[in-house]
């Protein structure tokens, strides 16, 4: 046993869910996102989101409080203005200025990280949360949700930057690309954080590389 690993297995933890807002996708997506919010409740997790009300985001909020989970929803005050928007079922709704500081809060807060299909929101959201991972910002776990196939073009495009140097191999593979609900979520909990050395506000004046 590596004494100096420690196991997050069995442990209740603080899953952020990127997902989309629309409402025009292919019911496929909707029942992933029902299933992964019923597997996160029952798993005894709490759900950590962009506190929508609209497309997967709002069927994944729902889904999680019919299964008796808890929901705390982060959304900026210009989109919580707006009708029919924000999620008000949940157990915490974090009302921020800015989208930013909503990704931050988002990020701090959560142990993990699943994306499931989105638009440009999700995409940015899920790079910038490897690439906050690749400069060892954090050393939480990341799954790619990969319903349908959708992130396939994607894991193309960063191959093709690999290929071209852009990317590093292992970069890549700081993200667990998950093909069902219950291989993201076992992912997530059996996950072994290396113990590297982390950056910025969470430790400071230690070389590194
Ligand atoms: P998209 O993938 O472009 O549909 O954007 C969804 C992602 O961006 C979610 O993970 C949210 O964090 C954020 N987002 C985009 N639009 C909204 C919205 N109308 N309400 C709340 N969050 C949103």
């Known amino acids: 046993m590596d004494s100096g690993r420690e196991s997050v297995i069995s442990r209740t933890m603080r899953i952020c869910v990127f997902c989309s807002s629309s409402n025009a996708i292919e019911a496929s997506y909707f029942r992933e996102a029902r299933l992964l919010g019923r597997e996160i409740a029952r798993r005894g997790h709490t759900l950590i989101y962009g506190?929508?009300?609209?497309?997967?985001?709002g069927a994944l909020a729902r889904a999680v409080k019919d299964g008796g989970g808890k929901v705390v929803?982060?959304?900026p005050a210009a989109l919580n203005a707006l009708p029919g928007v924000g999620y008000q079922g949940a157990d915490e709704i974090i009302v921020t200025d800015t989208l930013r500081e909503r990704k931050t809060?988002?990020?701090e807060n959560a142990d993990a990280f699943i994306a499931l299909p989105g638009g440009l929101g999700t995409l940015e959201e899920l790079l910038e949360i490897i690439t906050l991972k690749q400069l060892r910002y954090h050393a939480k776990p990341i799954v790619v949700l990969n319903t349908e196939g959708y992130y396939?073009?994607?894991f193309s495009l960063l191959q093709h930057a690999v290929v071209g140097n852009f990317i590093k191999p292992e970069t890549v593979g700081l993200v667990h690309v998950a093909?069902?609900?219950?291989?993201?979520?076992?992912?997530i909990e059996s996950y072994l954080p290396e113990p590297a050395t982390l950056r910025g506000c969470f430790q400071t004046g230690v070389a590194l590389e």
């Open 152 to 154: 396939d073009p994607l």
């Open 51 to 57: 506190g929508g009300d609209i497309g997967t985001m």
């Open 73 to 75: 929803g982060v959304i």
């Open 105 to 107: 809060i988002m990020e």
């Open 179 to 187: 093909v069902s609900v219950s291989d993201a979520l076992d992912y």
